[in-house]
């Protein structure tokens, strides 16, 4: 039986000033995971938003709070997306200068009953995340340089997913297998191809002029 692919959809380029309505327009055709996109204007070249619109969201829509942390300290604010209502805190690999910190963090989140995951760069080798794999419970493949939403997949992303996936099997570990970055009914195929189990999708839904359509022509 085929694998469904979960779609998380980043508010990152949905119109801010009828948020609410943004976040029901996912909801009415499926979709449940809200993938939400923090960028301190340090770790990557842009500012998006942070802990306080995440609590006004919380959990009124009954979806899953995934959210990405694109920031230069995210042992400093974890805490605060935790409050606000994160089900998943994702940090950047890149953002550590040592593995005791990054494990030392993954402890942390968990204790407060959240879930890890860790995201690479495009010109990062997934090999460093090895050391994690066992503990964390996703892997977030960015198939953009993080920053800005409307960008154009890189392909090399497609051997990451197929390493983590057939790595998952051989050691039969957990981590669910997410891909950020220009992901449209083309390169979702590609990437349910080599075994991802979740694509964030930003501008190819909220810029679409028919949400629904454009959502079924993923897995058509
Ligand atoms: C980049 C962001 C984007 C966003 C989705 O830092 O993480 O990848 O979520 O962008 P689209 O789907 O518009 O490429
Ligand atoms: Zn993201």
């Known amino acids: 039986m085929e694998k469904e692919v979960k779609v998380s959809i980043s508010i990152l380029n949905s ?28 770790f990557v070249p842009n500012i998006s938003f942070g802990a306080p619109i995440l609590s006004c969201i919380g959990h009124k829509f009954n979806m ?25 805190i994702t940090f950047h690999y890149e953002a550590f200068d040592s593995i ?17 995951g860790i995201s690479i760069k495009p010109n990062t080798d997934v090999r460093v995340l090895l050391p994690f794999l066992d503990k964390i419970d996703l892997v977030l493949v960015m198939s953009v ?19 983590l996936s057939e790595y998952k099997i051989k050691n039969g570990l957990k981590y669910l297998i997410e891909v950020d970055g220009g992901i449209n009914d083309t390169t979702f195929k590609l990437c349910k191809k080599e075994g991802v189990d979740i694509c964030v999708i930003g ?9 629904l359509e454009s959502y079924k022509k993923l897995e058509e």
């Open 145 to 163: 340089e993080p920053g800005f939403g409307g960008q154009k997949f890189i392909s090399s992303s497609l051997e990451k997913i197929r390493i």
């Open 64 to 88: 899953f709070n995934d959210v990405h942390l694109m920031i230069s300290d995210p042992e400093k604010y974890y805490e605060d997306f935790v409050k606000a209502g994160a089900d998943l």
């Open 15 to 42: 119109n801010f000033l009828n948020l609410e309505n943004e976040i029901l327009r996912a909801k009415k055709v499926g979709i449940d995971w809200l993938h939400f996109d923090v960028m301190d204007g340090h």
């Open 203 to 211: 501008s190819y839904l909220y810029k679409s002029d028919n949400m």
């Open 100 to 116: 005791e910190k990054i494990h030392d963090l993954i402890d942390k989140i968990h204790k407060k009953n959240v879930e890890v």
